[in-house]
């Protein structure tokens, strides 16, 4: 017997309108093999919602959000904001909001290396080799929930880095449940020789370790694991971390991957999942039809594993996307001077290579 799962899709903006199109279709392409009833709904947040509504989450879609199972998410952003900081409507404060309303504040970003990719990374293969991670970032603290002030005269900026004992304490208590599934060992990236928070941070991530000696620790500071992220990737298997620290470090963490049009990610509280590619809405190539759809694809295979229990399903998912890197097709982020000119695939053709090999 199969399951029923209300499912909401919110495109973006940028090139998140052209893959999360495929990750809709592999779910849809899952759902008939395995006899699931998948009913999918549209909501617009962003900078579409901006110039749709004037609200970059307007509350139509946070509605249909708090009434799915599951969320699969394209991307946010626009040039004009970046080159305008003084805009005081943006597209980001809806993917806070949304994040704060649904309690999601663990992401998760498993960085794995798709053998095929070996060479599409600027890392030397033998250090590449083996290497999978799992990140723990925590998604509603830091210093984007911190209070911010701007003075008069516009000269002076602060914003706060705030964190609260619960706050560690949920996310250390998924991470190292995690661990307990994987090798044993969990990494808690801080920088608590310099700042307060991070001092509780690592007090609270102590204490939650006696919980889990079954769990190696290891504490380590921002700018040491930035270094040996790269230097060795094969030492870490979990790593948690802050929200500020773990959207850099996942960035970083790409070029392990190849690309960033290769990482999926999933934020999850207590109820509604919410699952993304990590690579932005990228507009200097948005309606160029090149994308890389992979990272909407493994993200729709983490939603089926993490919010529906479909373990079958979702490794069937990942299967078709080792083939399909397999056969040799690559979009263009992650060809390299042996692909083969007629293997290099644009957003569409990519995803139809791997929904034939899903079928």
Same mark, same amino acid.
């Given at each position: 017997? %199969?399951?029923?799962?209300?499912?909401?899709?919110?495109?973006?903006?940028?090139?998140?309108?052209? /893959?999360?199109?495929?990750?809709?279709?592999?779910?849809?392409?899952?759902?008939?093999?395995y006899h699931h009833k998948f009913t999918f709904e549209e909501g617009i947040m962003g900078h579409v919602a901006i110039e749709a509504t004037g609200d970059p989450l307007p509350e139509e879609t946070l509605q249909k959000a708090k009434n799915s199972d599951a969320i699969l998410f394209g991307a946010i952003g626009h040039a004009k904001y970046d080159n305008d900081p003084t805009l005081k409507v943006r597209p &980001?404060?809806?993917?806070?909001?949304?994040?704060? &309303?649904?309690?999601?504040?663990?992401?998760?970003?498993?960085? *794995?290396?798709?053998?095929?990719?070996? &060479?599409?990374?600027?890392?030397?293969? &033998?250090i590449l080799r083996g290497a999978d991670i799992l990140f723990f970032r925590e998604l509603t603290g830091d210093v984007y929930f911190g209070e911010k002030k701007r003075t008069e005269d516009r000269n002076t900026a602060s914003d706060l880095m705030i964190y609260h004992r619960y706050e560690v304490e949920r996310i250390a208590r998924k991470a190292y449940e995690a661990a307990r599934t994987r090798r044993n060992k969990l990494c808690s990236v801080d920088k608590a020789n310099v700042l307060e928070a991070s001092r509780l941070w690592r007090e609270v991530m102590q204490e939650v370790a006696k919980e889990y000696p079954d769990v190696e620790t290891e504490h380590m500071f921002i700018d040491n694991a930035a270094m040996q992220l790269? *230097?060795?990737?094969?030492?870490?298997?979990? /790593?948690?971390? %802050?929200?500020?620290?773990g959207d850099i470090l996942t960035d970083e963490a790409?070029?392990?991957?190849?690309?960033? %049009?290769?990482?999926?990610?999933?934020? /999850?509280?207590?109820?509604?999942?919410?699952?993304?590619?990590?690579?932005?809405?990228?507009?200097?190539?948005? %309606?160029?039809?090149?994308?890389?759809?992979?990272?909407?694809?493994?993200?729709?295979?983490?939603?089926?594993d993490i919010s529906f229990g479909l373990k079958t399903e979702s490794q069937r998912v990942i299967k078709a996307v080792e083939a399909t890197l397999r056969q040799g097709y690559r979009t263009m982020d992650i060809a390299n001077k042996h692909t083969v000119n007629e293997f290099i695939m644009g957003t569409d053709a990519m995803g139809a290579k791997v929904l034939e090999n899903l079928n």
């Amino acid at each position: 017997m %199969g399951v029923e799962k209300k499912i909401l899709v919110i495109p973006g903006d940028g090139i998140g309108q052209e /893959v999360t199109t495929w990750g809709q279709k592999v779910l849809t392409a899952i759902a008939a093999n395995y006899h699931h009833k998948f009913t999918f709904e549209e909501g617009i947040m962003g900078h579409v919602a901006i110039e749709a509504t004037g609200d970059p989450l307007p509350e139509e879609t946070l509605q249909k959000a708090k009434n799915s199972d599951a969320i699969l998410f394209g991307a946010i952003g626009h040039a004009k904001y970046d080159n305008d900081p003084t805009l005081k409507v943006r597209p &980001e404060q809806g993917l806070l909001k949304i994040r704060k &309303e649904l309690g999601l504040y663990a992401n998760l970003r498993p960085i *794995k290396l798709f053998d095929e990719l070996l &060479e599409a990374s600027s890392i030397k293969p &033998e250090i590449l080799r083996g290497a999978d991670i799992l990140f723990f970032r925590e998604l509603t603290g830091d210093v984007y929930f911190g209070e911010k002030k701007r003075t008069e005269d516009r000269n002076t900026a602060s914003d706060l880095m705030i964190y609260h004992r619960y706050e560690v304490e949920r996310i250390a208590r998924k991470a190292y449940e995690a661990a307990r599934t994987r090798r044993n060992k969990l990494c808690s990236v801080d920088k608590a020789n310099v700042l307060e928070a991070s001092r509780l941070w690592r007090e609270v991530m102590q204490e939650v370790a006696k919980e889990y000696p079954d769990v190696e620790t290891e504490h380590m500071f921002i700018d040491n694991a930035a270094m040996q992220l790269i *230097k060795d990737p094969k030492r870490f298997d979990v /790593v948690v971390t %802050g929200n500020l620290f773990g959207d850099i470090l996942t960035d970083e963490a790409s070029q392990i991957a190849g690309s960033m %049009g290769m990482l999926a990610s999933a934020s /999850v509280g207590d109820k509604v999942g919410f699952y993304e590619p990590i690579h932005g809405s990228a507009h200097d190539i948005a %309606g160029k039809g090149i994308a890389n759809p992979l990272a909407s694809i493994l993200s729709a295979a983490l939603m089926l594993d993490i919010s529906f229990g479909l373990k079958t399903e979702s490794q069937r998912v990942i299967k078709a996307v080792e083939a399909t890197l397999r056969q040799g097709y690559r979009t263009m982020d992650i060809a390299n001077k042996h692909t083969v000119n007629e293997f290099i695939m644009g957003t569409d053709a990519m995803g139809a290579k791997v929904l034939e090999n899903l079928n």
